[in-house]
């Protein structure tokens, strides 16, 4: 079974788009991220929800935003897409009772803006 | 802030020949210490983990002993594999240094095992 899943795996798109990015996870995790990998493979938080609650919101422009529908959901909507915004975007859970704040992250989605 | 480096890729290796990635950290609190994985078109898998001081992670042949005194975590393993080639990332997470429960990720090292 797949632990944290994302949908697509691969998105091709052009500039000026919208587009979304799904991601679930089956292991009854309670907090859920978003990281962004670039070009040189450079991996930085973007958002976190916990109880889907917003808790890290890390600097990002506001052409993104996160949604969290329930604690196992967390998706990731980015309007008028840049080229900038091309880049390999992973979706991570923890659980908070695990006090080494292990996170499981899902395959990736690497989006490409043309 | 808290940060992590470690050391510049990418590292080629022959097969059997022993690895060190380094990795050292800033933190302002207690934090855990991890490296995960990355396969060549794959996502981010853990390796191993230590929460204090003096513990050691291993998995797979890999170790590495988190060590207080030298801010450091540094991955070996004694004898590599092809099957090893991969992007290596040390990270940590330090709730109690008011990073939440982000991770930190260094910039990842590149290891090229050839046969």
């Known amino acids: 079974d797949t632990a944290v899943s994302q949908t697509p795996k691969y998105l091709v798109t052009q500039m000026g788009n919208d587009k979304s990015i799904k991601c679930e996870q089956n292991?009854?995790?309670?907090?859920m991220y978003w990281y962004k990998q670039d070009s040189k493979k450079f991996l930085k938080i973007m958002f976190s929800?916990?109880?889907?609650?917003?808790?890290i919101n890390e600097t990002v422009p506001n052409r993104f935003s996160p949604k969290s529908p329930d604690k196992a959901h967390l998706n990731l909507h980015i309007n008028s897409l840049e080229l900038g915004d091309s880049a390999v975007y992973f979706c991570a859970s923890s659980a908070t009772r695990d006090l080494s704040y292990e996170q499981y992250f899902g395959p990736g989605t690497r989006l490409t803006v043309t | 802030g808290d940060s992590v480096t470690q050391m510049e890729g990418p590292v080629t290796l022959s097969e059997e020949a022993f690895l060190t990635i380094n990795c050292t950290y800033t933190a302002t609190g207690y934090p855990s210490l991890f490296w995960y994985v990355q396969y060549p078109g794959e996502g981010l898998q853990l390796l191993l983990k230590?929460?204090?001081?003096?513990d050691k992670g291993s998995n797979k042949g890999f170790e590495a002993t988190y060590r207080k005194e030298t801010t450091s975590f540094h991955l070996e393993k004694g004898s590599v594999q092809v099957s090893d080639s991969a992007v290596y990332f040390c990270a940590l997470s330090d709730p109690w240094g008011g990073a939440t429960n982000k991770l930190i990720f260094g910039t990842g090292t590149l290891l090229a095992v050839q046969p």
């Open positions: 230590a929460t204090k001081a003096d």
């Open positions: 929800y916990n109880n889907k609650e917003l808790i």
């Open positions: 292991l009854g995790h309670d907090t």
